[in-house]
């Protein structure tokens, strides 16, 4: 690790309410797990269409390595992106990952851990490291590979062996060639 | 790194002909680099559809810290997937990496390097790590989410700060809000 | 026109609010226009992500020609599914088409135009020719090709000279090669 | 029809070679059918993302009412562009509509065909009525709601019924709620 890089930690999280959760979680609880908070707003085209099926995508695809945490970060239309309503939009979009509130404040339109965060808009994504440290900040769509290649890095970071996790993955003995799939003769 | 993880070591390659690099490369050559072998032909309708177009993105996001090789394996329509139809698919696809086409064995459909790969198919990928070893080998499409994960798991493994590389990129000080995203009030 | 084929008239639409529209429509009041009618809820995935887009699409393209109509027809959620929570939705989403709310029915779950057309859920589609008659109707998506199709007959039938309409499209002089495009030496 | 509009017939197709039809094909034999031809060329990036697929869908889905044609007009790398390696192009994608081979032209790159009608690159789009008059002429992607439209009218003008055509798909009795629709209790 280089001594002149800064990863500052990042404040806990405050919220008011959690959707698929059996109890609230918090940044410090989950201290020692490689986390991507993806904060978004349920009227948020960017997010509908690109943030929330990359996370539910990493969510089903790596959820025993990575802890994924949506937070709804609602910053515009309070009236109506009420916590009852994004029960419903999270039920018929199947959104599966622990979903939490972000805590209003009755003094702006910026709820608080948005405001602690200093996020730009939605959708953003944090990533944490390990050690809770803030490694990735972005405001808007951050692609696959790129997200891919950062969880990587962190999940061989102290802990993981990096050997199992990149271990090949099981090639199915009779590999049909469907889908454009041009199969060797054997 | 686990002891019992076995990672083998890839067979050189063997190649007839090279596009894009001012000289054969050989994998011996590339020791120290993690490197991405995209195996394909190129009226493989799965190649041109989804594996071309992730190495070249792979070759444009990432080719300062990972190597992409293309390998033409032709065990089919050897007569029109010649290395003067390559070059003009080549051009034609604005493929930017380097490209070797694969040894053809008189003997046999499958070119030589393909068949010491012990390759299924196209597309295949295979990705060598630092000491050449193979950590991935696939064939069919594999997403770029994981692909991400397993490169960025190699350049963590001895060698490549985890630190520098995991820098969070520079948000532009005044993000617009187009494309879907949602900015915030300031 | 066959005589064997039967095409009923639409009742009439019962809507208790509209959006972008300075006055409330009415199916009467389109006769003599070609009218499609999207009905989708604003938390129904399936119309986010192709319905709603078709018909933006369609609106933009053939808004002078047909007339597009959306019907926001709730039948669950209705506690959050409100017209305020729909005017944000549309605002968010730049639908700029006129939308009506589906006039709802204390007795009932479903609305009442849902129930007098018979919708079977969202996303729906009803095509309507020119004298009011129902000659598209369909629960799920209806794709692109099949939907112009019906919608060129419609527009050829009795009014519109279809040699006007299908006229070539001016090919710009100088025609550019860029998105995979390849220009002829002249 | 507009007595201003000119639609103007189109040459004869000059072709040296076919592909997936018993016999060779004339437009003149054609009359009578609305007819869609397709000039492309195999290693068109363009034509393989989406002039070919969407040809292919044509035929599919309306290949019983339209007559979808291919044209292949080398007008480059005409060394490796050739018969044998378009027939294995057509396999490998599985093109199942008649292709048609335009005749080259010795003392020019452009094929006669494709000097004939005055196409500009690949890939274009020629659509003929039943009367073999050009009523859609375009260099590039023409999107499929603008295609069903322009196949709709031509379809309409005397000959086919459009209360045939247009007759409502049949719903499925228990339509699933799967892919994002949102089923309503009955």
Same mark, same amino acid.
């Given at each position: 690790?280089? =001594? ?5 930690? *990042? &404040? +806990? ?9 059996? %109890? ?16 978004? @707003? ?10 929330? !099926?990359?996370? @539910? ?6 959820? &025993? ?20 309503? *994004?029960?419903?939009?999270?039920? +018929?979009? %199947? ?7 972000? $805590?209003? &404040?009755?003094?702006? %339109? ?7 965060? $200093?996020? @730009?808009?939605? #959708? ?8 809770? %440290? ?8 951050? &692609?696959?590979? @790129? ?8 999940? =061989? +970071?102290?802990? +993981?062996?990096?050997?199992? =996790?990149?271990? #090949? !993955? ?7 060639? =469907? ?5 060797? !003769?054997?």
């Amino acid at each position: 690790m280089s =001594a002149a890089a800064y990863h500052p930690p *990042l &404040d +806990e999280l405050q919220a008011c309410a959690w959707f698929n959760t059996p %109890r609230p979680l918090t940044l410090a609880g989950l201290r020692g797990e490689v986390v991507v908070i993806h904060a978004f @707003q349920m009227l948020c085209p960017g997010c509908v269409s690109q943030g929330l !099926p990359q996370a @539910q995508r990493l969510h089903h695809q790596l959820g &025993d390595r990575v802890k994924v945490l949506g937070v709804h970060t609602v910053f515009e239309h309070h009236e109506v992106m009420t916590p009852a309503a *994004l029960q419903a939009f999270l039920a +018929e979009y %199947r959104i599966s990952f622990p979903v939490a509130v972000d $805590q209003p &404040d009755p003094a702006r %339109r910026l709820p608080r851990s948005m405001q602690a965060w $200093q996020l @730009q808009g939605t #959708p953003s994504l944090i990533v944490l490291d390990r050690r809770g %440290r803030v490694r990735l900040h972005q405001f808007g769509h951050v &692609d696959d590979l @790129q997200l891919g290649l950062v969880l990587g890095m962190l999940l =061989a +970071e102290e802990g +993981e062996a990096a050997a199992e =996790a990149a271990a #090949p !993955p099981t090639v199915p003995a009779a590999a049909t060639c =469907a889908d454009g799939l041009c199969g060797a !003769p054997r």
